[in-house]
């Protein structure tokens, strides 16, 4: 894919601009703080996007506001076909941030490429990834946010679906769209992910880079526990179980690559999840992921 040098050709991202910058409500009730730019600090390598050149986003009566966050750190090899993911879907009102964390290889350089694109991206020192993503989603500001890693990317066209499932259900405030994955094998071949048995039993039943929550989850729950390296997106999910809203739809959302930290660190990331349950339940669960499942279903969350 190549970005037309015509002026008048318009990416998801900058189709519809205005030079009108948003103001940044702030309710007693809510468990962070939103802001338009991170705040500075000595460990700041380099910042840029649209926003720097006083260009902004906000949502519509009937196209809502999708924000994207990537975050990387030396991520050169895959982060152009993640950023394109994004730059060429359909739907025309997309928010995209990209949190570095300090790349030393070319990261940097394709990030740059992309600049008059990519809404807001800064480099910097970070504690991880549960902090890049919750830096990001700081500075998002739509009604929708999703993730998406520099090793993935999305498959063309999923936003609009997305969005249709949002619409139709706009009462529901706490509310988690999910879809399936497909999967890149250390090998280089693309399969349908298919949780193995271990897996259905210890992990999440979507793929982060296959759902979307709404801001409003976010501000009600929280964002990422530091704490976790492996299972944040799992204590995340499980702090809204009672409550929110599970709407799955039937596309495949995105691509994940294999050998990711999740990959990586099985075991630790098993003894992550029994943290959470016994945080959560109150004892441990060797089959959290399972009684997940279970209640999502239960409460016939899963379709509506």
């Known amino acids: 894919m190549n970005i037309n040098n015509d002026s008048n050709y318009k990416l998801s991202t900058t189709a519809l601009l205005t030079n009108v910058e948003p103001k940044i409500k702030v309710k007693d009730s809510e468990k962070f703080k939103s802001f338009l730019f991170l ?7 380099f910042e840029g996007g649209l926003r720097l050149k006083g260009r902004y986003k906000r949502s519509f009566k009937n196209k809502p506001l999708i924000s994207i966050i990537t975050v990387v750190y030396n991520g050169a090899a895959h ?26 290889d070319e990261t940097l350089d394709i990030i740059k ?10 480099s910097e020192s970070d504690k991880g990834i549960s902090d890049a993503f919750n830096k990001g989603i700081r500075c998002s500001s739509g009604d929708l946010i999703g993730l998406i890693n520099a090793d993935d990317y999305y498959e063309e066209n999923v936003f609009e679906h997305v969005v249709k499932k949002y619409i139709k259900n706009l009462d529901l405030k706490e509310l988690i769209i999910y879809g399936d994955t497909n999967k890149i094998t250390s090998g280089g071949d693309k399969k349908v992910k298919n949780s193995s048995k271990l897996s259905w039993f210890i992990s999440v039943p979507f793929s982060h880079c296959s759902s ?3 801001r409003t989850y976010y501000k009600k729950y929280g964002l990422f526990d530091n704490n976790y390296k492996i299972g944040m997106d799992v204590d995340l999910l499980m702090r809204g179980l009672k409550r929110a809203h599970y709407l799955r739809i039937n596309n495949f959302i ?13 075991l630790a990331g098993y003894k992550e999840y029994r943290k959470i349950a016994n945080k959560h ?7 959290l992921g399972y009684i997940i499942k279970l209640l999502i279903y239960y409460k016939n969350k899963v379709s509506r």
């Open 113 to 122: 490429k992309y600049d008059d694109s990519i809404d807001y991206w800064v």
């Open 254 to 266: 995105a691509t994940q690559r294999d050998g990711g930290v999740s990959d990586k660190g099985r």
């Open 212 to 214: 979307f929550l709404t």
């Open 39 to 45: 705040p500075k600090n000595n460990q700041r390598f």
């Open 79 to 104: 982060i152009e076909k993640t950023i394109q993911s994004v730059l060429f879907q359909n739907y025309d009102n997309v928010e995209y941030i990209i949190i570095d964390g300090g790349s030393s």
């Open 281 to 287: 339940f109150g004892f441990l669960l060797s089959n």
